[in-house]
């Protein structure tokens, strides 16, 4: 088309008198009963396509696993529409150049729909390998130049000779040029690509898919048949009936998609189901020859170029389960064997199962799967169970036992294989049977019911071994049937348990001695120093006050020892507790001289609020032995970088000589220390599971300024002790 006459074209297409200037009620009635019968049939086509298309594209939005397909059907049905709808416009013009505008946008239309055609054919029999980018681009190629050359105005390539006849309605008469002859060639190896697709992919078909897909081949054909029947010179002059005929192909989708649900049920992909299976495939025919394998087999069989081969060759193991199968000597047992592929280092192991393809043909199925990580678990799993310290024992319903695990030789000295069959109660101690067959029984009206329990069971060499049993019901597992007992041998445990209970009552015994048999005599002693003391005088009284301190330090002996032998590590409730009140209520209860606290915590920690307090007593106590000083000062502060708090002092600190030991009981560094005070500190600490140690003085914040306010012996003061002296941090972990 000229550019003169596409500018007339629009011209009159843009005005309400587009039809030989008549307006468009007026032209209709106006129009022969032939030109009127095409339009219509053109205008109905059009509308039942654009509707097919809409109906597509609602569809797609719902079903994102196969939109893709859903979208090249719309695209297909509108532009099969937009084919119909201004062809339709070019037969009811009547002049030549309105007939060349439409004539030039119809073919628009008609460059769309064979590449959307052979899009969607292969996008739904699931040929995914040619929908690729690239090919979307070569099919663009083609209907762009097309486009091009009508836009730039090179008609002439496309049709030339151009002209009206009236009869029977006005018609436009034209010479095809070459480029049409080319485009329409084109267009047919694209359709008849798209219909061999499907003709092939509906003849594996059954139901359903085979009736979609004849009904798509059919709407295909039909115009396209007919199209070629126009441009070699059948049919009516000047009138090509490709368009019209878009009504059948539209009936014949809608049939598709109200009979076989073609919107609804759209095939998968079997070329993406192939490419993506974990299984292998081999198809044998009836000369025992592989005519069709996926990758999964030849990554299996390490060998690309299956096809063609003997199976006998390839898996002689195959071969003998396909000539049994045959012979119809084969059950649903006898059709599958494990075998193994591969040498020592890339071995695999392989499931293959064989069944027949149907009966006409003769062809069979062999499929392979690759079992390699189940063999090694079960491997794995089996060495860890012979391997094991603990018998894993299954029963069923009654108690029977039905597989025990190969460690019970070990540890028991039994035969598993002869322990299967027996009730598992005949080797429990007698004493235990009762409590465990209740237990038992219990377990049974309960899936998946967890117990554990303890028994005794005796060895082959006659000792009553103790175990600890976790069971567990699975009766209701197909992969079990039973109830699963794991026991644990426990004999050693329990022996360190009674030796512990032993020696715990002993040191109870001990306590008792030490509370009554030892404070009492002290008791009375002290009382006689007392009296001694009013009745001497002189240098008499210097030797009676050093009595008094002798039973002071003994008294506190009793009370350490009774601390560790009773009590130590028993950690009562834990509850928040101030750092500042409780270290303040320690050192009222300690003969503190004249050393002063300095509390430096707003801290508050979970403990045993009595225990914290002998904490305190006992580090502060340990501070005012070591002092040479009578103003020495006491520090309680937090941990500036760790959760917990420390309590320092600025007396000589500690002696290197007993630093490394200072915990242990019986070490001290003062000749009036009872050696068990950290000991003692350092049980009450672990108990909380805290952590205590000896730090430098001088890491902490504990310098003292040049002067102080003073302030009375053993008072809690705000002043700063300066550095050096002992530090004991305890890291609470909070």
Same mark, same amino acid.
């Given at each position: ?41 053109? &205008? ?8 097919? %298309? ?18 090249? /059907?719309?695209?297909?049905?509108? #532009?099969?529409? /937009? ?17 060349? /505008? ?50 730039? %105005? ?64 059919? #709407? ?5 048949? !007919? ?86 060759? &390839? ?42 393809? %149907? ?33 894993? @024992? ?7 036992? $039905? ?44 899936? $998946? ?52 209970? $032993? @020696? ?25 120093? $007392? ?66 606290? &300095? ?20 580090? !502060? ?11 020495? @000062?006491?520090? &309680? ?7 917990? !708090? ?22 001290? #560094? ?43 012996? #053993? ?20």
């Amino acid at each position: 088309m000229r550019p003169a006459e596409l500018r007339r074209g629009l011209a009159s297409v843009l005005t309400t008198e587009t039809l030989s200037g008549e307006t468009i009620p007026n032209a209709l009635t106006s129009m022969p009963f032939e030109q009127l019968a095409y339009v219509g049939l053109l &205008v109905f086509s059009m509308v039942v396509l654009a509707a097919l %298309g809409s109906h597509a594209l609602r569809t797609a939005r719902g079903r994102p696993d196969h939109r893709r397909t859903l979208l090249l /059907f719309g695209l297909f049905m509108f #532009g099969s529409a /937009f084919w119909s709808g201004t062809y339709s416009l070019q037969l009811a013009a009547t002049d030549e150049s309105t007939k060349l /505008f439409w004539l030039s946008l119809s073919n628009v239309g008609a460059v769309i729909v064979p590449g959307a055609w052979l899009l969607f054919a292969l996008s739904y029999v699931g040929k995914d390998r040619w929908l690729r980018p690239w090919t979307t681009l070569l099919l663009v190629i083609e209907p762009l130049v097309v486009v091009g050359v009508l836009a730039l %105005g090179q008609s002439d390539l496309f049709w030339y000779n151009t002209g009206v006849v009236e009869e029977p309605f006005p018609l436009l008469t034209r010479e095809l040029g070459p480029l049409f002859q080319v485009h329409a060639m084109y267009s047919y190896l694209l359709i008849l690509f798209g219909t061999a697709v499907l003709v092939q992919w509906a003849r594996r078909k059954q139901g359903v898919y085979r009736g979609q897909a004849a009904l798509l081949i059919t #709407g295909s054909a039909v115009p396209t048949v !007919f199209n070629v029947a126009f441009l070699v010179g059948f049919g009516p002059a000047n009138v090509n009936l490709t368009a019209p005929l878009f009504v059948f192909s539209g009936l014949a989708f809608w049939t598709a998609i109200a009979r076989y649900r073609l919107l609804d049920v759209v095939p998968v992909a079997r070329e993406s189901v192939i490419e993506n299976m974990r299984d292998g495939y081999l198809v044998i025919d009836d000369q025992g020859r592989i005519v069709d394998t996926n990758p999964a087999a030849t990554r299996l069989l390490r060998d690309s170029s299956l096809v063609g081969d003997r199976i006998d060759s &390839v898996l002689p193991a195959a071969a003998g389960l396909l000539a049994a199968l045959r012979d119809g000597d084969t059950d649903d047992a006898d059709d599958r064997t494990e075998l193994v592929i591969g040498d020592d280092h890339d071995r695999r192991y392989v499931d293959m199962s064989v069944s027949p393809l %149907g009966t006409e043909t003769g062809s069979s199925l062999v499929v392979l799967r690759d079992i390699t990580d189940r063999r090694s678990t079960e491997r794995r799993f089996k060495t860890l169970i012979e391997n094991s310290s603990d018998l894993v @024992t299954v029963v069923n319903e009654d108690g029977v036992i $039905e597989y025990q695990s190969p460690s019970t030789e070990q540890l028991l000295g039994y035969d598993p294989e002869a322990m299967t069959g027996a009730n598992a109660l005949t080797y429990v101690h007698p004493a235990d049977r009762e409590e465990l067959a209740a237990v038992f029984e219990a377990g049974l009206n309960e899936d $998946e019911y967890t117990a554990r329990t303890e028994y005794r069971v005796r060895h082959t060499d006659g000792e009553w071994r103790t175990y600890e049993a976790l069971s567990r019901n699975l009766l209701d597992d197909p992969a079990v049937e039973g109830v699963v007992i794991n026991s644990r041998d426990i004999t050693e445990r329990k022996r360190r348990e009674r030796e512990l209970a $032993e @020696t715990n009552e002993r040191l109870d015994q001990f306590a008792s001695v030490v509370s009554h048999d030892l404070r009492n005599p002290l008791n009375v002693a002290q009382g006689y120093v $007392e009296l001694l003391d009013e009745l001497v005088d002189g240098e008499a009284d210097q030797y009676v006050d050093e009595v008094a301190e002798s039973h002071d330090r003994m008294e506190r002996i009793i009370d350490d020892v009774l601390a560790l032998a009773r009590d130590g590590t028993e950690i009562a409730e834990r509850h928040p507790v101030e750092l500042t009140h409780v270290a303040r209520d320690a050192w009222s209860n300690v003969d503190t001289a004249q050393a002063s606290l &300095v509390t430096r915590t707003d801290s508050t920690v979970p403990a045993d609020r009595s225990l914290l307090v002998r904490v305190f007593e006992n580090l !502060f106590r340990n501070s005012i032995e070591h002092s040479d000083e009578g103003d020495l @000062t006491v520090v &309680v502060e937090d941990l500036p970088d760790e959760a917990g !708090f420390a309590v320092a002092d600025d007396g000589p600190g500690i002696d290197a000589a007993v630093r490394d030991e200072l915990f242990e009981p019986g070490v001290t #560094g003062s000749q009036s220390g009872t050696g068990l005070g950290l000991a003692i500190v350092e049980r009450i600490v672990e108990a909380h599971d805290w952590e205590i140690r000896l730090a430098d003085a001088a890491n902490g914040s504990n310098a003292r300024p040049e002067s102080t306010d003073g302030g009375i012996d #053993g008072d809690v003061v705000d002043v700063e002790p300066r550095p050096s002296g002992a530090r004991f941090e305890i890291l609470t972990g909070d």
